[in-house]
């Protein structure tokens, strides 16, 4: 088993225990201590978090990803200066992002008229707007050196395990909202401080060379270049994802916010191997273009498709026989604030769809951000942006939620469409084959099967039946028509081993 595999499937680990700890912090603890205002205000948070980090970055991380790879090989750790040229230039961002929310604020607490307690407490968004930054850009280098394992565990799972720490202590009343809030400001703090003693640990990154190389200097009008447009891109791509929120909190309010991020996460269990995979194949992409390995290249694409639409056909038959049993969960767990969760059936099922079709093209974002055709990714992540925004705006004003999930298929449709596109007629990959088509019908067939079964009445053991029939047909599928080798080998390992040390324990 290759690398990628390895280390994609040891993230994914780390990343589903995380799904599994955001899982109970999002669709119990929160909807069971905070209101649904309350929620929505901490989701704006992150959220515009997220966007802002990335902003203040100025295109320093792309930088790292394609550009630390040559400074080591020519510099090595110790006179390697791309860590304080970066991290300057991320201070600088985070400077420019202080000086224009200052100058603006009245202006962002009058537009959010319908939520007035986001503009309260929107001063600390900085504070964690800083702590992602700089984890970030630490993720970067980490991801470099092959650490991705290592930042999937701190951001996914360390950062979670934090936050229902908070949840617990404002829930038995030792803090009050104000008091949360500040902590969760700073969530990121700890995990970057973490991830910074392991770099330097490690003896392959250092910050103690400050003085400008001959590699900077001979490539600085190529990084120049290279940052702008793929941060440009990376940036369009993110505020792309995430204007949604933005546009319920304007338009909507902090509870429509807190039901459409359920919706979100729920989908976003699909992203758990694409997670993984982004942050091993980048490095060894990048490697590939540099010597010309396009065998491996096209390797990996025809892997990442099998992969990622195995698992995504398998993780959305799930979510989507079990969404009414987790529509009638948050219902009742808090039926103090009269539920109100029923939207969610159609959300989770169109933003899942969205979900799957962006696996089933694989890896196909980060074959073109590290290749020369780097710009393309800037250009249909502009186009992403055009077609996203004014859709949400539209779609949301006309059918609330449900318009907005509508909006996400499309532009994921046809934005994968274009990349899929370009790497046939450019590049001549084409990753599929006859097992993929076939898979994917029979696995749709499955789905539609199961969910005839009659439910029980109790929403708990409905989800043990239709999660285990399925969970069975779908893996004599797999079995049958073998569409990803290394997923079903390494899922027997697994069971062997597991059945083993039960066996021994008895």
């Known amino acids: 088993m290759g690398i990628i595999q390895k280390q994609g499937i040891k993230s994914s680990y780390f990343i589903f225990l995380g799904f599994l700890i955001g899982a109970v912090n999002l669709l119990v603890l929160f909807p069971m201590f905070f209101t649904k205002e309350d929620q929505g205000l901490v989701r704006a948070m992150i959220d515009i978090g997220a966007t802002l980090s990335v902003f203040c970055t100025l295109g320093t991380l792309p930088v790292v990803y394609k550009f630390f790879p040559f400074y080591n090989h020519y510099l090595g750790s110790n006179k390697n200066e791309l860590p304080f040229i970066t991290f300057t230039i991320n201070l600088i961002g985070f400077g420019i992002l202080l000086f224009i929310g200052w100058h603006n604020k009245d202006f962002v607490i009058r537009k959010l008229g319908k939520s007035p307690s986001l503009g309260h407490y929107f001063s600390y968004v900085y504070p964690y707007t800083l702590f992602l930054l700089l984890f970030y850009w630490l993720e970067a280098f980490a991801w470099g050196l092959h650490k991705g394992v290592l930042t999937n565990f701190l951001r996914e799972t360390a950062v979670r395990v934090l936050t229902t720490i908070l949840i617990i202590v404002f829930g038995l009343h030792w803090i009050n909202l104000n008091q949360f809030i500040t902590l969760f400001s700073g969530i990121y703090l700890l995990p970057m ?223 994968n469409s274009v990349r899929f596109s370009f790497l046939y007629f450019k590049f001549k990959l084409q990753p599929y084959s006859w097992k993929h088509g076939l898979f994917l019908i029979l696995s749709i067939g499955l789905m539609l099967a199961v969910h005839q079964i009659p439910a029980p009445n109790n929403f708990i053991l409905n989800i043990a039946v239709q999660s285990l029939v399925y969970g069975i047909g779908f893996y004599a599928l797999a079995i049958w028509i073998n569409p990803a080798p290394e997923i079903l080998y390494y899922f027997n390992q697994f069971y062997q081993k597991s059945i083993g040390r039960l066996f021994k324990k008895g």
């Open 193 to 415: 401080l973490y991830l910074l003693y392991e770099l330097i640990q490690s003896k392959q990154w250092s910050f103690n060379s400050f003085k400008i190389s001959s590699v900077t200097r001979r490539l600085k009008g190529r990084m120049i270049n290279f940052a702008l447009f793929v941060f440009a891109g990376q940036f369009f791509n993110l505020l792309a994802r995430t204007n949604d929120t933005f546009m319920i909190v304007g338009l909507k309010g902090l509870s429509d916010a807190s039901i459409f991020a359920i919706a979100t996460y729920v989908s976003a269990i699909l992203e758990i191997p694409q997670r993984s995979l982004n942050a091993v194949s980048i490095p060894i992409l990048a490697k590939s273009w540099k010597e010309k390995d396009f065998a491996n290249i096209k390797h990996i694409y025809h892997k990442s498709v099998s992969n990622l639409l195995t698992v995504g056909l398998l993780l959305f038959g799930l979510i989507w026989l079990n969404i009414q049993n987790l529509v009638t969960f948050l219902n009742w767990i808090s039926h103090k604030q009269g539920g109100g969760y029923d939207a969610l059936v159609n959300l989770a099922f169109i933003m899942g769809l969205a979900k799957l079709i962006d696996l089933a093209t694989g890896v196909n974002s980060q074959i073109i951000g590290t290749s020369n055709y780097w710009k393309f990714d800037f250009f249909t992540n502009v186009m992403f942006v055009i077609v996203s925004i004014p859709l949400n705006y539209y779609l949301i004003q006309h059918y609330d939620l449900t318009g907005l999930a509508y909006s996400n298929l499309i532009a994921y449709t046809l934005y």
